[in-house]
Each structure stands twice: as C-alpha cells, then as structure tokens.
C-alpha cells in the first residue's frame, strides 16, 4: 500500500486516541474512517446516477409513478421485512 503522509490536527488525534479499540492505532484508525467515507460517497453518487437515470426516463417516455403509489410500494417492503 501506498504510505501517504497527512497532516492532523492534534485534538483531533486526541479524541481518537480515545475512542480506539484493542489492538487498534491511529493509523488504522484514520483507514477505516476513510475508507467509510469513500464508501458512504460512492453509494451517494450511485443513487444520484440512479436518480438522474430514473428521471431522465421518466422524461422521455412520460412514465411516472405518483408519489403516494411510490410510499405504498415502499410501506409494503418495510412491513414484509418487519
């Protein structure tokens, strides 16, 4: 893996230190917390592709689904997972 120096503020080092678990470092610390951000942002932008897909069809073929018909859809998948 590539070593990548980065600069932190040390309150920020801090309050990690204080939260670490076992066997646990900063540096592995600091890898997690990136690595969960690039994830929450790549599952971002592939709902908002999704979206922007979704509507761009929508406008093509006058294809929409009513917003009350869409909770209705999406109320029965929670409750049958419930």
């Known amino acids: 893996?590539?070593?990548t120096d980065i600069?932190?503020?040390a309150e920020a080092i801090q309050a990690a230190e204080t939260v670490l678990g076992p066997n646990e470092?900063?540096?592995s610390f600091v890898e997690a917390a990136v690595r969960s951000a690039v994830?929450?942002?790549q599952q971002?932008?592939?709902l908002m592709?999704?979206?922007l897909a979704a509507r761009n069809h929508g406008?093509?073929?006058g294809e929409y689904i009513d917003d009350n018909e869409m909770l209705k859809r999406l109320e029965a998948i929670v409750?049958?997972?419930s």
């Open 1 to 3: 893996m590539k070593r």
């Open 7 to 9: 600069s932190i503020d």
């Open 25 to 27: 470092d900063i540096q």
């Open 39 to 41: 994830a929450r942002r």
């Open 44 to 46: 971002y932008l592939d």
């Open 49 to 51: 592709e999704r979206a």
């Open 59 to 61: 406008k093509l073929t």
């Open 79 to 81: 409750a049958r997972k």
